[in-house]
């Protein structure tokens, strides 16, 4: 566990990128299962004609008979429910590609700058380390035939 501190001290100066990522990708999570809510409307309402439906129920809380509705998330001026749906489908696939793309860049910007900030920890301890700490029998003659 000492381990993982003293590696993770290296992470903190770069905290605010890595915990950007990952509500980042807490969001790309989201977008994924909200695509995954709109096939109900797409096979409910949009492929049967017959069923015309003015507000695409996404889901109801457990519990309540409180339900979330596609229409509270995209303007009002699109009444159709097959053109709120292909707008949903869009956005969330919009969104889901910026946050991944965003979120991935972060946690490889705090990642590589926290190999190379432990990478230069270890240089600068071997290049302070003197001659008689190399232990090491071609080390002695190099440093004896000077």
Known sequence: MQQVRRLLAYLRPYWLQFAASV?????????????LLLIGPILGSVLNPAKQADAVRLFTFPGTNHGVYLQQFIPSHFHNVLNVVVIALVGSTIIKGVCDYVGNYLVSYAGFASVARLRNAVFDKVLKQGADRCGNFHCSLIFEER
């Open 23 to 35: 509500l980042l990708m807490a969001v790309v999570g989201l977008m994924e299962g909200f695509r």
